[in-house]
Nanobody
Framework: QVELVESGGGLVQAGGSLRLSCAASGRSFTPLAMGWFRQAPGKEIEPVAAVSWHGSNTYYADSVKGRITISRYNDNTVVLQMNSAKPEDTAIYYC??????????????????WGQGIQVTVSS
C-alpha cells in the first residue's frame, strides 16, 4: 500500500513564504516522478511543480516560476518552497507520485498515487 503524507500547509500573508513537504512510503514501491498539484475552490486541478526521479529535471507552471522551488530528498521526499505568496495561490495542494514516469511532468494523468491534500491560504 502506497502512502503520501503531506505537511506544512496553513495560513500565510501575501508576500510571505511557506514550505510543503511530502513523504512517500510503501512496500515494494519506488516513487519515480513526484509533483505538486493544486485545486482552488470552483476551479479545476492544476499543476504547480514536479521533479524527476533522482531530481535531475524539474517542471514549473508559468504562474509560479520564480516564486516556487521543488526539491527532492532521499528519493521519497519532495519539498515545495513557496516565496512571495499571492492570494491566488490559495488552494488545496496535493502531492502526487508516478510509478511509471521518470521525467518531471505537469500532466496529472502521469501520476498514479495521490496524497490527501493540504490547505494553503494566502491572506491579502
Amino acid at each position: 500500500q502506497v502512502e503520501l503524507v503531506e505537511s506544512g500547509g496553513g495560513l500565510v500573508q501575501a508576500g510571505g513564504s511557506l514550505r510543503l513537504s511530502c513523504a512517500a512510503s510503501g512496500r515494494s514501491f519506488t516513487p519515480l516522478a513526484m509533483g505538486w498539484f493544486r485545486q482552488a475552490p470552483g476551479k479545476e486541478i492544476e499543476p504547480v511543480a514536479a521533479v524527476s526521479w533522482h531530481g535531475s529535471n524539474t517542471y514549473y507552471a508559468d504562474s509560479v516560476k520564480g516564486r516556487i522551488t521543488i526539491s527532492r530528498y532521499n528519493d521519497n521526499t519532495v519539498v515545495l518552497q513557496m516565496n512571495s505568496a499571492k492570494p491566488e495561490d490559495t488552494a488545496i495542494y496535493y502531492c502526487a507520485t508516478s510509478t511509471n514516469t521518470v521525467n518531471a511532468s505537469g500532466s496529472y494523468r502521469k501520476y498514479d498515487h495521490w496524497g490527501q491534500g493540504i490547505q494553503v491560504t494566502v491572506s491579502s
